[in-house]
């Protein structure tokens, strides 16, 4: 992933992606963003959409 340490932006429902319409950090301001993500030598997130296909990624549970 790219990651831009200096961009900020507002925190929204149509900001992140999900399969809700609403969030709890609804206008929150937060700095730092992933501008593009990828993978496999692809990009498959430009900053703006995902750009690769449904189910062509895997689920990596968290380890901490």
């Given at each position: 992933a790219?990651?831009?340490?200096?961009?900020?932006?507002?925190w929204?429902?149509?900001?992140?992606?999900?399969?809700?319409?609403?969030?709890?950090?609804?206008?929150l301001?937060?700095?730092?963003?992933?501008?593009?993500?990828?993978?496999g030598?692809?990009?498959?997130?430009?900053?703006?959409q995902?750009?690769?296909e449904?189910?062509s990624?895997?689920?990596?549970?968290?380890?901490?």
């Amino acid at each position: 992933a790219l990651f831009d340490p200096s961009a900020t932006w507002r925190w929204g429902a149509d900001q992140i992606a999900g399969a809700t319409d609403y969030t709890v950090l609804e206008g929150l301001e937060v700095q730092g963003k992933v501008t593009a993500t990828i993978k496999g030598g692809q990009l498959v997130y430009d900053g703006q959409q995902v750009l690769s296909e449904k189910g062509s990624g895997s689920f990596l549970p968290n380890v901490w």
